[in-house]
């Protein structure tokens, strides 16, 4: 959410979607899910804001994924003229390549960002000047490198091409490497990333990511606190690896307590790859959640204003996953509703 959801929730989430598990789930035969989409609109005084979101998945006959893509769209318009202020659209697109052992070799992704801004609106991007107008192409390519059927290195290169009313430019960034050691039997031991002159050393015990003096994680793999000089984040699941609660402490002070509830029925996010042959970090690919379930209920409260709600009522299919959702957030008295649709392909 724009404006009701928490920044800093969305922090500490957003640093779950890679991490290194032991365990993998076993992904259903038929079943497979190819996408969703969603529509909310915000009202507030002066303005509407809307969303609109679209995705889509495709596997091969080995249940391999080889295409995903995403579309958002946030327009915000003048309540009363309509005259619209900002139209902004994002397409995120996958595409994976695969040798004839199954071992993902290439992994190329596309950014497309559109940006409309009205008489008054005006977007920042990077180090540039404000603009109205821009168009922000960003290509990405990972390779993998394997041996004796593990993953040894991985390169990334990437290339920005951002062009407003004011800029046109094409920035090239640092090459990324990665270099992966195993124990004896396989089991990972260190993954060396470089990026330019910097290198960053991940250590794992057992096959799992092991603590540093900044994260924690449990005996799953999952971060459990994320730590700095001043600031503390402390995450708490459930047997299924559903968060239950996210609490954030700035100097020694609770900002925010956020509990969450869960159906039992499966979430479709696990039925899309989320590690791949060979390699032992997840990579999870326009994945919202992490746990094994569905979300029903959130609610943060903060020292310092109205606690922010979240409520979601689903209808389930034949073999138990969500078909559509209706959510509602609510804080301070505004009401937002948001609709998805899940589609699925063989699900009966």
Do not use: W
């Not at 009363?80 to 994976?96: A, C, G, Q």
């Not at 900044?214 to 047997?239: F, I, M, R």
């Not at 609610?299 to 969500?322: A, L, W």
Request: hydrophobic fraction near 25%; charged fraction near 25%; aromatic fraction near 10%.
């Amino acid at each position: 959410m724009r404006l009701l959801r928490s920044t800093l929730t969305f922090i500490v989430v957003s640093g779950l979607s890679i991490s290194c598990s032991k365990d993998e789930n076993t992904t259903p035969k038929l079943c497979r899910y190819i996408g969703q989409s969603y529509k909310m609109e915000q009202t507030s005084p002066g303005d509407i804001f809307s969303e609109t979101y679209v995705s889509d998945f495709k596997q091969d006959d080995e249940g391999k994924l080889i295409e995903a893509s995403a579309t958002r769209r946030t327009i915000n318009r003048e309540m009363y003229t309509e005259l619209v202020n900002s139209d902004v659209t994002e397409t995120k697109s996958y595409i994976l390549k695969y040798n004839e052992q199954g071992f993902l070799t290439e992994m190329a992704i596309t950014t497309l960002t559109l940006q409309e801004g009205g008489k008054t609106a005006s977007f920042l991007y990077a180090n540039y000047p404000p603009y109205r107008h821009g168009k922000i192409v960003a290509k990405e390519v990972n390779t993998f490198q394997y041996e004796s059927d593990l993953v040894r290195s991985a390169t990334r290169t990437s290339v920005v091409d951002f062009r407003s009313e004011r800029n046109l430019d094409v920035k090239v960034n640092p090459e990324a490497k990665k270099e992966y050691i195993y124990e004896t039997g396989g089991v990972i031991k260190t993954i060396t990333e470089t990026i330019g002159n910097s290198s960053s050393v991940t250590q794992f015990e057992n096959g799992v990511k092991a603590s540093t003096p900044t994260n924690k994680y449990d005996e799953k793999g999952q971060l459990v606190q994320t730590s700095s000089p001043d600031s503390e984040y402390n995450l708490k699941y459930d047997a299924n690896g559903n968060i239950l609660s996210v609490e954030a402490i700035y100097q020694s002070k609770q900002q925010f307590l956020e509990t969450r509830t869960h159906d039992s029925n499966p979430n479709p996010d696990k039925l899309l790859p989320q590690k791949f042959k060979g390699i032992p970090e997840e990579m999870r690919i326009l994945q919202f959640t992490d746990g094994s379930n569905n979300l029903v209920s959130s609610k943060s409260v903060y020292p310092d204003r109205p606690p922010y709600e979240e409520k979601t009522v689903y209808t389930y299919n034949s073999t138990g996953y969500p078909a559509t959702a209706v959510t509602t957030f609510t804080q301070s008295g505004t009401l937002i509703t948001k609709t998805t649709t899940y589609n699925y392909q063989d699900c009966q």
